[in-house]
Nanobody
Framework: QVQVVESGGDLAQPGGSLRLSCATS????????MSWTRRAPGKGLEWVSY????????WYADSVKGRFNIVRDNVANALYLQMNNLKPEDAAVYYC?????????????WGPGTQVDVGS
């Protein structure tokens, strides 16, 4: 049974930092692309970042480039998103998503999400 569970969301101040975590089980974590996506109130799903199977290649949306860092741990079967210099527009529900071995966008599982709020 595939399980994906995000954690680490919180209220942060503008300019602050948060680290999101994603615990997974029930599938070959090291064999698939993993991603972070987000949905802000009243907006569509936005792809934030993804990482390839061995962590050697990453991609970031322009809106977060230089501020966010995605890391995967293929021993712990976990995915992380370090978010620095947070902006109000980063406020959203963040989802950890499971792709396949060829593409991060062929999503077949995701978690319940973790809420990130940015404000003073």
């Amino acid at each position: 049974q595939v399980q994906v569970v995000e954690s680490g969301g919180d209220l942060a101040q503008p300019g602050g930092s948060l680290r999101l975590s994603c615990a997974t089980s029930g599938f070959g974590f090291r064999d698939v692309y993993m991603s972070w996506t987000r949905r802000a109130p009243g907006k569509g799903l936005e792809w934030v970042s993804y990482v390839n199977l061995d962590g050697s290649d990453t991609w970031y949306a322009d809106s977060v480039k230089g501020r966010f860092n995605i890391v995967r741990d293929n021993v712990a079967n976990a995915l992380y998103l370090q978010m620095n210099n947070l902006k109000p527009e980063d406020a959203a529900v963040y989802y950890c998503t499971k792709g396949n071995k060829w593409s991060p966008r062929e999503v077949d599982s995701w978690g319940p999400g973790t809420q990130v709020d940015v404000g003073s």
